[in-house]
C-alpha cells in the first residue's frame, strides 16, 4: 500500500511560481510512475505530469498546456516528487493532486493510477 500527501499550494499572482511536493510512504516499488493531476471548479480531472520513479529508468511527461513552464521532478531518497510551477496563469488555479502506479510506463489517463493524495489548492489571480 502506498499514501500520498500533497504540500506546497497557496496563492500567488499571475506570472509567480510556486513548488508543490508529494511525500509518498509504504509500500513503494522500483518500478513505480508518479502523476501530476488538476481539477478545476466545475470541471473534470486534468492530467499535468508524470515522471517514473525508478533510478534506473527516468521518463517525464508533460500536458501540452504546462510544457515549457512546469518541471517535475524526484528525490528517491526522501520519497518524494515535486512539480515547480512557473509562469503561473489564472487558468492554473485547481486542486492538485499527486497520483501513482506500479509499472514502468507513463500515463495520462486517471483511471490508470492506483493511488491518490487528498490534493493541494492552486490560486493563481490576475
Same mark, same amino acid.
Given at each position: 500500500?502506498?499514501?500520498?500527501?500533497?504540500?506546497?499550494?497557496?496563492?500567488?499572482?499571475?506570472?509567480?511560481?510556486?513548488?508543490?511536493?508529494?511525500?509518498?510512504?509504504?509500500?513503494?516499488?522500483?518500478?513505480?510512475?508518479?502523476?501530476?493531476?488538476?481539477?478545476?471548479p466545475g470541471k473534470e480531472r486534468e492530467?499535468?505530469?508524470? +515522471?517514473?520513479?525508478?533510478?534506473?529508468?527516468?521518463?517525464?511527461?508533460?500536458?501540452?498546456?504546462?510544457?515549457?513552464?512546469?518541471? +517535475?521532478?524526484?528525490?528517491?531518497?526522501?520519497?518524494?516528487?515535486?512539480?515547480?510551477?512557473?509562469?503561473?496563469?489564472?487558468?492554473?488555479?485547481?486542486?492538485?493532486?499527486?497520483?501513482?502506479?506500479?509499472?514502468?510506463?507513463?500515463?495520462?489517463?486517471?483511471?490508470e493510477y492506483d493511488y491518490w493524495g487528498q490534493g493541494?489548492?492552486?490560486?493563481?489571480?490576475?
Amino acid at each position: 500500500q502506498v499514501q500520498l500527501v500533497e504540500s506546497g499550494g497557496g496563492l500567488v499572482q499571475a506570472g509567480g511560481s510556486l513548488r508543490l511536493s508529494c511525500a509518498a510512504s509504504g509500500d513503494i516499488s522500483r518500478n513505480f510512475v508518479a502523476g501530476w493531476f488538476r481539477q478545476a471548479p466545475g470541471k473534470e480531472r486534468e492530467f499535468v505530469g508524470a +515522471i517514473t520513479w525508478s533510478w534506473n529508468f527516468v521518463r517525464m511527461d508533460y500536458a501540452d498546456s504546462v510544457k515549457g513552464r512546469f518541471t +517535475i521532478s524526484r528525490d528517491n531518497a526522501k520519497n518524494t516528487v515535486y512539480l515547480q510551477m512557473n509562469s503561473l496563469k489564472p487558468d492554473d488555479t485547481a486542486i492538485y493532486y499527486c497520483a501513482g502506479r506500479t509499472g514502468y510506463g507513463l500515463a495520462r489517463s486517471d483511471g490508470e493510477y492506483d493511488y491518490w493524495g487528498q490534493g493541494t489548492q492552486v490560486t493563481v489571480s490576475s
